[in-house]
Nanobody, 124 residues
Framework: QVQLVESGGGLVQDGGSLRLSCAAS????????MGWFRQAPGKEREFVAA????????YYADSVKGRFTISRENAKNTVFLQMNSLKPEDTAVYYC?????????????????WGQGTQVTVSS
């Protein structure tokens, strides 16, 4: 059974940084795409960034490009989201997600497995 566990959320001031982690277990993820999504109160879940377990390609939403960096550590089956220059509008619950395959999708429904989420709050 696939399990995704996020950690690293918290409260930070405008302009600050946080690093989120997603520990994945339950199968071999070499043929998976790992994504980060976020959901603010009253809004739909939106794509943030994605990475493949193999290779170097990444994909970002325009709203976070240049501020957020997604990376992975294969030996630990862990994906990270480094968030810099945080803004109040980045406040949301952040979710880790996984889907089998090598194509990037921004639609949440394309992802098969989800973590429980971690709260990120950016104060102004």
């Amino acid at each position: 059974q696939v399990q995704l566990v996020e950690s690293g959320g918290g409260l930070v001031q405008d302009g600050g940084s946080l690093r989120l982690s997603c520990a994945a277990s339950g199968r071999t993820f070499s043929n998976y795409v790992m994504g980060w999504f976020r959901q603010a109160p009253g809004k739909e879940r939106e794509f943030v960034a994605a990475i493949k377990w193999s290779g170097t390609s990444t994909y970002y939403a325009d709203s976070v490009k240049g501020r957020f960096t997604i990376s992975r550590e294969n030996a630990k089956n862990t994906v990270f989201l480094q968030m810099n220059s945080l803004k109040p509008e980045d406040t949301a619950v952040y979710y880790c997600a996984a889907r089998q395959g090598t194509v990037y999708y921004v639609l949440a429904k394309r992802y098969d497995f989800w973590g429980q989420g971690t709260q990120v709050t950016v104060s102004s």
